[in-house]
């Protein structure tokens, strides 16, 4: 009952390792004992919505799940959200802007480059990441309707991706985008504080489930943005992740990281670029 949920305080040191240990299995992410309340409270969440007495009834179903059981996303969706919205970093998108869009429209120009783009948007979330780059393309790319542009976001939760499907943000997602952005590539929906997507955009973009921890089934990027996830990993975990990641890349592609993301001694076939 909801009565008995909210009576429920903590996970016990037992079994925060066990729920530790079957989401490492499945998902490569580490709970670690500090995160002992923040998942005390977002499973209080799932007792609610289920109906399930206790922390330990939780572990029994879901270890009994499926992984594509939609109980196992919604329990990942709370234990891994986290705050996202269009434009984060700014200075990442700056130098996608102003340098790498314009030497790839001068390689094409100069040098015979196809005019063609592909780009991942790893652990996407609810989107935004890949509608900053859809934006951006659209705003800085010169002649980018001459181009083939195809923007692939993924992420584990399903929830996540059907939300992204949608290309509808709040005003929370949207404030760091430029008002010229907003006007061109968005449409303010009537009588609600919600930003629409236009075809420009949504016409670049797709989104599927994925699990970073497997090898993605794609054609090869020319760019992969792994940014604000590695956090969740151990070094093991990031190296498989990392394993999965450069077998995506194209040769003479790039892997835009987050700065929190600790992979510097674990990219060392890669060579280093300080764009920001």
């Not at 509808?168 to 006007?183: C, I, N, Q, S, T």
Request: glycine share 6%.
């Amino acid at each position: 009952t909801d009565k008995t949920a909210a009576s429920l305080k903590q996970v016990t040191d037992a079994e925060l390792a066990r729920y530790a240990k079957m989401v490492y299995r499945r998902t490569g992410i580490r709970i670690p004992p500090q995160k002992k309340m923040l998942l005390s409270n977002r499973l209080r969440r799932r007792l609610r919505e289920t109906g399930i007495a206790s922390f330990a009834d939780y572990y029994t179903h879901l270890s009994r799940l499926r992984p594509n059981d939609p109980e196992w996303d919604a329990f990942l969706q709370e234990i891994t959200t986290h705050e996202t919205y269009l434009f984060r970093d700014e200075g990442q998108w700056q130098w996608f802007s102003k340098t790498y869009l314009p030497q790839l429209a001068e390689a094409a120009r100069a040098k015979g480059r196809k005019r063609t783009l592909r780009i991942w948007s790893a652990a996407c979330s609810t989107g935004d990441e890949a509608y900053t780059v859809a934006s951006c393309i659209a705003g800085d790319l010169p002649n980018h309707t001459s181009w083939k542009v195809q923007i692939v976001g993924t992420d584990i939760g399903v929830g996540a991706v059907q939300q992204a499907t949608t290309a509808a943000f709040g005003e929370r997602a949207m404030k760091l985008v430029p008002d010229g952005y907003k006007r061109r590539f968005f449409t303010k929906a009537q009588n609600a504080n919600v930003w629409q997507a236009k075809p420009i955009l949504t016409g670049m973009t797709s989104f599927r489930q994925h699990n970073l921890m497997e090898p993605l089934k794609e054609q090869p990027f020319d760019l992969v943005f792994l940014k604000n996830v590695l956090i969740y990993f151990d070094r093991e975990s990031k190296q498989q992740v990392l394993k999965n990641v450069r077998a995506a890349i194209r040769p003479g592609g790039l892997l835009v990281a987050g700065p929190a993301d600790g992979i510097g001694e674990l990219v060392r076939d890669y060579v280093r670029q300080q764009a920001w």
